[in-house]
Nanobody, 125 residues
């Protein structure tokens, strides 16, 4: 699976952005898809994930209620709608794919074997 993230940019605090991650490969619909982010001088952190069917979603507490993850298996694409953005959301955002569907592993970066190149989101105050 190859992943291509897009949609990042500069936005003011309180604004919105929608990230997209396009995947190649015919088995996209069988993968758990996740979004992670890495701020300057910080480690990579879990943001959100969605299982293959789209029926189960998971969020970091820091984004719950503001971000929404979704997927369109017909288009081999996963989305991250980000609303009410804060300066602390500034980071490079990565999409990732995993064959695991075990709830306890979904938030761990090591679970994901495939990663996109990242897209920069900058939120100004």
């Amino acid at each position: 699976v190859q992943l291509q993230a897009s949609g990042g940019g500069l936005v003011q605090a309180g604004g919105s952005l929608r990230l997209s991650c396009a995947a190649s490969g015919r088995s996209f619909s069988s993968y758990t898809m996740g979004w992670f982010r890495q701020a300057p001088e910080k480690g990579r952190e879990f943001v959100a994930a969605i299982k293959w069917s789209g029926g189960s979603t998971y969020y970091a507490d820091s984004v719950k209620g503001r971000f929404t993850i979704s997927r369109d298996n017909r288009k081999n694409t996963v989305y991250l709608q980000m609303n009410s953005l804060k300066p602390e959301d500034t980071a490079v955002y990565y999409c990732a794919a995993s064959r695991s569907a075990i709830d306890s592993t979904i938030v761990a970066a090591k679970t994901y074997a495939y990663w996109g190149q990242g897209t920069l989101v900058t939120v100004s105050s």
